[in-house]
């Protein structure tokens, strides 16, 4: 089945450090990628997404490429803040039958930024 | 524009009881999901409706069923309920076509059950 790997947290980084999430898939199709944010208490945001290969999704400073060859989707920004501290999730969506889509989530990222 | 709405935000019940969840979608949202978020399991998918319809379930038993309303708004329900059933109860909403990237998922801030 579908599946998501993503780097193990926590991460603690510094403000303004180059930040790089790590997430790869397993997919068959030609599936979407998502990153999702969490901050506590509060459900999941979406910050970005890509639909096909070779395609960039960015928000915020965040980006992630949409990366065939190598099943990948990593998550980059180049000057975190501590307003970034949150959990982040890789995801994919796969339709599967009857147009619906579910999306399969990584195990999820815990960033925090230290000022 | 209002986001998804879940209500209650927070709730305890003891084992063997049951729980109804309930969800308000982004209004013109036809698609209803609902995902269950433990430390160990981490997000799962339960389910999704889509004008009444249930158009996917997740692999979870028969305990955990929902519904939605002609208004699309969506509940969830667990019956006999188990420790093991302590967890974060996301809901989320989009419009529901086929093309996925014109219909993201907009996520409510969630139900935290608790079971005793």
């Known amino acids: 089945g579908d599946s998501v790997t993503q780097m193990e947290g926590p991460v603690t980084l510094s403000e303004e450090a180059f930040l790089t999430i790590n997430c790869t898939y397993t997919?068959?199709?030609?599936?979407?990628l998502f990153w999702y944010v969490q901050y506590p208490g509060e459900g999941l945001q979406l910050l970005l997404k890509a639909t096909k290969a070779d395609d960039k999704g960015s928000n915020k400073g965040f980006e992630a490429t949409y990366r065939k060859e190598t099943t990948s989707f990593h998550l980059e920004k180049g000057s975190v803040q501590v307003s970034d501290s949150a959990v982040y999730f890789c995801a994919l969506s796969a339709s599967s039958g009857a147009g619906s889509y579910q999306l399969t989530f990584g195990k999820g990222t815990k960033l925090s930024v230290i000022p | 524009k209002a986001g998804v709405t879940q209500t209650p935000r927070y709730l305890i019940k003891t084992r063997g009881q049951q729980v109804t969840l309930s969800c308000s979608p982004i209004s013109g949202h036809r698609s209803v999901s609902w995902y269950q978020q433990t430390p160990g399991q981490g997000l799962q998918f339960l389910f999704e409706?889509?004008?009444?319809?249930?158009?996917n379930k997740g692999n979870f038993p028969g305990r955990f069923s929902g519904r939605q309303f002609s208004n699309s708004r969506s509940e969830m329900n667990v019956s006999t309920l188990e420790l093991g059933d302590s967890a974060l109860y996301l809901c989320?909403?989009?419009?529901?076509?086929?093309?996925?990237?014109?219909?993201?998922?907009?996520f409510g801030n969630g139900t935290r059950l608790t079971v005793t």
């Open positions: 989320a909403s989009s419009l529901g076509h086929r093309d996925r990237s014109a219909s993201p998922l907009h």
């Open positions: 409706y889509f004008s009444e319809t249930q158009r």
């Open positions: 997919a068959t199709g030609y599936p979407s």
